[in-house]
């Protein structure tokens, strides 16, 4: 026992818990640049952009973007876990044939057909989980595959039908507003917002969650510390496939109208959103605060640009460009602080 | 030491080639094909045997197997190209502008500019991803709306006829060389060519070393900034070509062009066998793959199946492939540790005789 | 004529009440489709003549959902007038009629929402009209008998379905010989309707005759025919534009096909627009207003303003035409 | 500073070269000089900058400042290509395969042998790699896939690839930590050989038996900087130990008796298809059972099985008399089982995550107020079992890729043991740690043992099973072959059970004597 390297006994060694001051953690984040940016170009836009004060901006926005931000919760826990899914606007898109179907040909009740649209999202969030986290495939191929099956049935259901008689009750309610006429927050907030503390919970205050970064730091270790890697994914997969079944419902009764193309390639918009954010595509980094922020910045520049009279392709050009410049921050910082200290030596 | 030398080094060279072969899933995709296209043919004999149905079925997937050989290339490296469709929309448009401009150029040179114009969009891709470091998918997507967005700003309220272009051009996209359309022969050339150089040349071979383990091959030596930039650049490149083609093939080029193309051409390199994790793969399982995706699709309305449901079974196709390959994988692995078990067997007895 | 319409409508305005200046934003299904180029620029030479505002925005995919974000902008920027091509006859409404609270004067053209939804609708055509000469014209090109399939836009346009549905009709009624074997979508969309093309041939070999009631489809369906084996063999006819048909009606592919024309019905509805911003017309049926040199129009049934009967393009006189 | 030049000047020769990272300085001021004709070995403790010099020299990292020459001549590598168009030769710590491609073309890969029209000549290539193969004295095949291949078998194709380049410098950075006796005695050979044709090895170990056994002159590092060069037979082990940790370490494997208590762990029966049959052992309270064998034999496999990590065909698994669920590693820890795997940046631990988190890894739920988990209370957790095991880092956020191999170990260990658990499986303990912290490590596993805590502790190094170990189990090829306790232990008799083929009925290993 006595060996000359015996720690001194009598002083256990203890740590600071932080390396860095409490607001360098919290200002010199991706997700605070995120909203950092938000808050510049929202109050730009509103000194700027004619109409952009209006009181109908941000009630269209919140409509606007309300799949969107519904979709891209689970979405950041997938990518998280390193994993992604393509396939969400399909079952949008299936969750709104669906609904049209049961409900108007078949006769259901709103609320069962609603029920069994919901169940039909955790049925596919389930076959894309099964085959990635039991059968062990890559999801980006999987889930490019279900993104044709899921969008090839509900099309097929359909065929050339678009289904609009729902219930006026139903329909209003997603665009009703919560304080009355004139303020501008959309009905469907309310579920948004019970989402996102829920996954709020699930990504930063819960065992799950911290299972959850591990997988997609490490997915090996994970599984040795006693994560249930597969089960995880699946319920991920599970959860993503039945928000998006919920956002298809929105997408419904918002428009009104049940189609088998409704929100096609929305996944794309919903994926740019998550990046810019500041969640990893490689998994294990990102917060709920950034992508949210993300999606609302995206919101906010198309409103704003529409505004100003472009069109679709100006906007496309401008989000597409700034998530290329998100992720091209990180390396081109790095790149100017290599040149500096070069230049410092030399 | 070593158990895991299955008797494989011991089979004759025929055999071992014979086996492979019979493994390989380009032949699997192959032969699925030929059975799709005997199956519709005893119905409805004009899907192959009429002039236009055998035309139809070498000329509709031309396209597709252009974007997928470059695709297949990205995907090797374990990168992914999803701007491809914006690059042949973009390209199409530019040829038709270029023959407006100067409608007497001779049509090679279109395709050299078309290829140029591609590589440069590709060009930008891969500068960032090679240099920046940054995540493919991430990249692409954003070009993917850059790219398309300058095209819808750019063609806005216009669009090329079939008139803007010289007859001469308009005829590539339904020509033959005996009975085999030129368009088809452009695909296929494209495809011997880079597959060849993947298959034969050191530096082809790097692409595969990069995509199975990019920091090894980083420690390795290899240059791997070097191979992702001219991967991106060969993707953009032959979706500049695919746009040229598509000029030629459909005559009339509007902001539509190549939407949403980028996803079929994923899908028929994974169903070719690239795995999307890199490293696996070849150009001709690719190329198999996006004329089973096409042919697919025209098979199912001869089979009275409502186009509809023809995503349905793209997707369906997709994810079988995929499965498949994984329990074939499976069943490797299992007779690997069967061969192992024996390799234990076998000392054991001379042990005991000893 | 152009100059008395223009002083009728600058009067008018001025007899309204802000000094003449109507803005008027055009919202066609997308982007880039040549067919609403040419009637939004019609709209546009009507808003320039009557000295108003003119605007055009719109998505680059024909999907409603798409539509609905620039109608919310429009309500926003309080413009006097939207004039729409709608995506999905329900899915635009709730915005619309928002727009409509907000003060917009909403316009359909092309392609309509239900009634309730818009102040007036500008129809190229009545869709009995449309349908009719449609069969008329496969049934002269193919002998009044034989296999005949359409080619239509998405599965889910309205004024497509409308028409297909009547066209049926007809069949049966007055064409018991013409077989309708297969309708296909190629959703606007080059390559999709080329392919689609292609597709019908393979599947009914002995197919005599192609329909395609859309201008992207008849022209994909044309180039694919003018190079295959089938050309002068199953005729091709439907809605087109005399610009991207005339190559394949002088090379004898396609005989005959019909269409309004786009132009002067994106300048009607402009036109259409100011006389409701200035509160010459309130859209009940009766109300009339003049349209520059497009002449005077009543609004009929439904809010309903008709452009007049389609109009047959052929060999003879597709020259006159450019648009 | 190390050695004056021998008459042609050295091969090698790094003068006061500086490496940091950030702010980690990893190398201070490395120096080694190394003659053609010699085999040289580095040696230093866990984070001495081993390794970052090594990188230096193969171009991986361009070091800040100081002289590096090849043959005489300055040099500044910016890729690996460079150093290795010098001839230089690299072997990494970690195997840095193509898992998709074929053994063959890993070995070759940028250098195929080229035929007609610069088309890789694939059978010249198959057959060059089985004369590798066949000069190693292995017999793999060459067109496999690297994937699936044992560490073992990796870093044979590592050597094999280093040795095909021709170079005049040589260097390999631990290549034996995962090398069994027989193995490391071939690669030895073929080292000699390539020493002899005037060619310059540097040979990385924290093996000192190996270190004698095949090198001629010794560089030690410490802490980032050159500390000495000698002729190794003018040293000893333990003046290069000293010099190594700066001090004494006289107690290597300081066990000491524990009392044996009752069955914790009994094991049945396990077999899993192609890794191992019929494997039946026991543990107790207080006891340390070593398992020893031959690297590939299975322990690991076997130590996975029992804990859940991986499925097993058939047999079982109890821990105080009660069966632990098969494939259910959450299942095994609430039965009290602790697992330190083998590789620990791969499963050990989250590399990219904080000290606290992966303390705090395990004992995560019960962390967790009204399902509430903060990492205010992860930190509290975590801080005082890091305390305990004396890691050394900075702050409690601190990822542990900063960290040194030996620190690493450090938090593997300090996240189980927070665990409190009943039944400690230990894979590896010491691999690729220096000797300072190996003692530590040592002395901590002897203490929780004289606390009662079960161990079942998997080590290739025999000094260790035998120092370490109440009872020696031996595993060969898959199966339980001898079970020897600690008094009647000898290298031999571990050895020949270990290499023998299996004689006994496979079923009753328990207490059987060594039959070889
Ligand atoms: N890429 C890096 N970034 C930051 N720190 C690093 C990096 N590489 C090495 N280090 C640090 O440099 C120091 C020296 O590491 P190195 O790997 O050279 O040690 P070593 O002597 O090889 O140790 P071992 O015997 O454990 O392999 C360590 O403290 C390590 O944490
Ligand atoms: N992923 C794998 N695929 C195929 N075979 C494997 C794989 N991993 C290990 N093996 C084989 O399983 C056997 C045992 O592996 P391993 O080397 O881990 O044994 P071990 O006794 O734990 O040795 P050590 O712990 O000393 O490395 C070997 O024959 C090895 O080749
Ligand atoms: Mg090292
Ligand atoms: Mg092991």
């Known amino acids: 026992m006595s060996t000359a390297t015996a720690p001194a006994e009598s002083t256990p060694r203890t740590y600071p818990s932080y390396a860095h001051a409490l607001w360098r953690r919290v200002l010199l984040t991706r997700e605070f640049a995120v909203i950092a940016l938000l808050l510049v170009v929202f109050f730009y836009s509103r000194g700027n952009v004619p109409n952009f004060d209006g009181p109908l901006t941000l009630y269209y926005l919140f409509l606007d973007i309300a799949p969107i931000l519904l979709i891209a919760l689970p979405m950041t826990l997938v990518i998280v876990t390193g994993e992604i899914d393509l396939s969400v606007a399909s079952v949008m898109g299936l969750s709104s044939a669906l609904l049209g179907t049961l409900h108007a040909d078949a006769g259901w009740s709103m609320p069962m057909a609603a029920l069994a649209a919901i169940l039909a999202g955790v049925l596919c969030g389930a076959v894309n989980g099964f085959l990635v986290a039991y059968v062990g495939l890559p999801s980006l191929a999987v889930t490019i595959g279900t993104l044709a099956l899921y969008r090839g049935l509900a099309e097929g259901l359909l065929g050339t039908k678009a289904i609009t008689d729902f219930p006026d009750k139903w329909r209003d309610w997603p665009s009703n507003r919560i304080f009355g006429d004139g303020t501008s927050y959309p009905m469907i907030l309310v579920p948004f917002l019970v989402l996102l503390v829920l996954f709020v919970w699930l990504l930063h205050f819960s065992t799950f969650g911290r299972g959850v970064y591990e997988i997609g730091l490490n997915d090996e270790a994970a599984h040795f510390t006693g994560v249930n890697v597969e089960r995880t994914k699946l319920l991920l997969f599970v959860m993503s496939g039945a928000v998006s079944a919920f956002a298809g419902l929105y997408f419904t009764l918002r428009y009104g109208s049940a189609r088998g193309d409704n929100a096609s390639g929305l996944e794309l918009q919903v994926i740019a959103a998550v990046l810019l954010g500041g969640v990893s595509i490689f998994g294990g980094r990102g917060a709920l605060h950034g992508v949210v922020a993300g999606v609302v910045l995206i919101g906010v520049i198309s409103s704003a640009m529409r505004l100003e009279g472009y069109t679709v392709n100006k906007i496309n050009i401008v989000i597409g460009t700034l998530l290329v410049l998100s992720v091209m921050a990180t390396p081109a910082i790095a790149w100017v602080q290599r040149v500096w200290a070069r230049r410092r030596l030399s | 030491m070593s158990q895991l030398d299955i008797a494989a080094s011991a089979q004759p060279r025929l055999q071992r080639a014979l086996v492979g072969l019979a493994k390989s899933r380009e032949i699997t995709v192959a032969a699925v094909l030929v059975v799709i296209i005997a199956l519709t043919t005893f119905k409805s004999d004009g899907f192959l045997f009429s002039s236009d149905g055998w035309r139809n079925l070498l000329v509709s997937p031309a396209l597709l197997m252009i974007l997928a050989v470059g695709q297949a290339v990205v995907i090797i490296t374990r990168n992914v190209d999803l701007s491809v469709g914006s690059t042949l929309g973009l390209t199409a448009y530019l040829t038709g502008k270029v023959f407006i401009q100067w409608p007497d150029l001779p049509v090679p040179l279109v395709f050299v500019i078309g290829l140029a114009f591609g590589a440069l969009l590709g060009l930008v891709n891969g500068v960032l991803i090679a240099f920046g470091r940054v995540p493919a998918i991430v990249i692409t997507l954003g070009t993917l709306y850059v790219y398309r967005g300058i095209f819808l700003s750019w063609a806005g309220s216009d669009r090329v006829n079939a008139s803007d272009f010289p007859s001469s051009f308009n005829e590539l996209g339904t020509k033959a060389i005996l009975t085999i359309p030129v368009v088809t022969i452009i695909a296929l050339v494209v495809m011997g060519l880079v597959g060849y150089y993947l298959y034969t040349a050191r530096s082809g071979r790097e692409f595969y070393a990069i995509g199975s383990d990019e920091d090894a091959a980083k420690l390795y030596g290899l240059p791997v900034t070097r191979r992702v930039l001219l991967a991106f650049v060969l993707s953009g490149a032959l979706a500049g070509l695919a746009g040229v083609v598509y000029a030629a093939r459909y005559g009339t080029v509007s902001s539509g062009a190549g939407l949403g193309i980028e996803l079929q051409a994923v899908g028929a390199a994974v169903i070719g066998g690239v795995a999307i994790a890199g490293g696996v793969g070849t150009v001709w399982g690719a190329t198999i793959g996006a004329v089973l995706l096409i042919t697919i699709n025209r098979a199912l309305p001869v089979w009275g199946i409502s186009d509809f449901w023809q995503q349905a079974v793209v997707g369906a196709l997709i994810l079988g492939a995929i499965t498949l390959d994984r329990l074939y994988s499976r069943r490797q692995e299992r007779l690997l540790i069967a061969a192992r078990d024996l390799a234990h067997a076998a000392p054991t007895k001379v042990g005991t005789a000893s | 004529a152009c100059g008395s319409s223009d002083s009728d409508g600058g009067s008018s305005s001025s007899g309204g009440s802000d000094g003449g200046n109507v803005s008027v934003t055009f919202l066609p299904k997308n982007l880039g489709n040549p067919y609403f180029d040419t009637s939004d620029a019609g709209g546009k030479e009507a808003v320039e003549a009557f000295g108003g505002t003119y605007d055009e925005v719109g998505p680059d995919t024909a999907t409603p959902d798409a539509q609905v974000s620039y109608i919310n902008t429009a309500a926003q920027q309080g413009v006097n007038a939207l004039v729409v091509s709608a995506n999905d006859p329900e899915a635009i409404c709730d915005a619309l009629d928002e727009a409509r609270d907000a003060g917009t004067k909403v316009v359909t053209f092309d392609s309509d929402t239900n009634p309730e939804c818009r102040d007036l609708f500008i129809n190229q055509a009545t869709a009995d009209g449309i349908a009719k000469v449609e069969v008329d014209m496969i049934a002269e090109q193919i002998g009044d008998s034989g296999q005949i399939a359409i080619l239509s836009a998405a599965a889910n346009a309205t004024n497509q379905n409308a028409w297909i549905e009547l066209m049926k009709k007809d069949l049966a009624a007055d064409h018991p010989n013409i077989d309708l074997v297969d309708v296909v979508y190629g959703d606007d969309d080059d390559q999709t309707s080329f392919d689609k093309t292609a597709g019908l041939l393979e599947s009914h070999p002995d197919l005599k005759g192609i329909i395609s009631p859309t201008t992207v489809g008849i022209a994909a369906a044309a180039r694919y025919l003018s190079t295959s084996d089938a050309k002068g063999k199953v005729a091709l006819t439907g809605l087109g534009t005399p610009n991207q048909m005339r190559e394949y009606v002088k090379d004898g592919t396609v005989t005959e096909f019909a269409l309004w024309n786009p132009h002067d019905l994106g300048y009607l509805a402009a036109y259409a627009a100011q006389a409701l911003v200035n509160g010459d017309i309130t859209g009940a049926e009766g109300d009339s207003f003049t349209a520059g040199d497009l002449g005077d129009f009543t609004v009929g049934k439904d809010g309903t303003v008709l452009l007049g009967d389609p109009y047959r393009f052929n060999k003879d006189n597709i020259d006159d035409f450019d648009f | ?516």
């Open chain 4, 1 to 516: 500073m190390p050695g004056t030049a021998p008459e042609g000047g050295f091969a090698l020769e790094l003068r006061d070269v500086a490496k940091s990272f950030g702010s980690v300085a990893a190398l201070r001021s490395g120096s080694l000089a190394v003659a053609p004709g010699s085999i040289h070995a580095l040696v230093g403790e866990n984070g001495a900058g081993k390794s970052t010099l090594v990188k230096i020299v193969a171009g991986v990292h361009r070091r800040d400042s100081g002289v590096f020459r090849l043959h005489g001549t300055d040099v500044d590598f910016g890729s690996t290509a460079d150093s290795k168009a010098s001839g230089v030769a690299v072997i990494y710590q970690e195997p840095t395969l193509f898992p998709d491609l074929s053994v063959t073309e890993n070995i070759f890969m940028g250098r195929q042998p080229l035929g007609t029209g610069r088309r890789i000549d694939r059978a010249a290539m198959y057959a060059e790699a089985e004369r590798l193969f066949a000069g190693l004295g292995v017999h793999i095949d060459p067109r496999r896939p690297a994937r699936g291949l044992s560490i073992a078998d990796q870093q044979i194709i590592e050597i094999a690839k280093a040795i095909s380049l021709d170079a005049s410098v040589l260097i390999m950075d631990e290549p034996t930590a995962a090398l069994s006796g027989v193995e490391v005695e071939r690669l030895f050979a073929v080292a000699r050989s390539l020493r002899d044709e005037n060619r310059a090895l540097v040979f990385i170990s924290h093996r000192f038996d190996e270190v004698f056994d095949l090198c001629d002159t010794v560089t030690v590092m410490r802490d980032g900087a050159y500390i000495s060069t000698q002729s190794i037979a003018d040293t000893t082990v333990d003046q290069l130990v000293a010099q190594m940790v700066g001090r004494e370490v006289t107690d290597l494997f300081p066990k000491t008796p524990a009392e044996i208590g009752d069955v914790v762990l009994d094991v049945e029966g396990l077999s899993s298809a192609g890794l191992f049959r019929d494997v039946s052992f026991q543990v107790r309270a207080g006891e340390i059972v070593g398992l020893a064998g031959l690297v590939g034999a299975g322990r690991s496999e076997i130590a996975r099985a029992v804990f859940g990590v991986d499925r097993y065909d058939a047999g079982r698994v109890r821990m105080h008399g009660s069966d632990v669920p098969a494939h259910r590693p959450r299942a095994a820890i609430r039965a009290g089982m602790a697992f330190v795997p083998e590789d620990r940046r791969k499963q050990g631990l989250v590399i990219d995550e904080s000290v606290s988190r992966n303390v705090a890894g395990v004992i995560r739920r019960g962390l967790s107020k009204a399902g509430f988990l903060t990492s205010g209370a992860e930190n509290r957790a975590a801080g005082p079992w890091a305390g305990r095991l004396e890691v050394k880092t900075s702050s409690l956020d601190m990822h542990a890729t900063t960290m040194s191999g030996g620190n690493q170990q450090k938090v593997v260990l300090a996240k189980w043991l927070a665990t409190e658990p009943k039944l400690l499986i230990i894979d590896e303990p010491t691999r690729g740690i220096d000797v300072g912290t190996k003692a530590e490590v040592h002395r901590l596993l002897s203490e929780l043992a004289g606390q009662g805590l079960a161990i079942l502790m998997i080590s290739s190094e025999l000094p260790e099973v035998l120092g370490m170990a109440d009872r020696v189990l031996v595993v060969c090829e898959g199966r339980i072959t001898a079970d020897i306790a600690r008094d009647d232990a000898t290298p031999e008799n571990v050895m020949r059970a270990a290499t023998a083929s299996i004689q006994h009925s496979p079923s009753q290993p328990v207490d059987a004597e060594v039959t070889a």
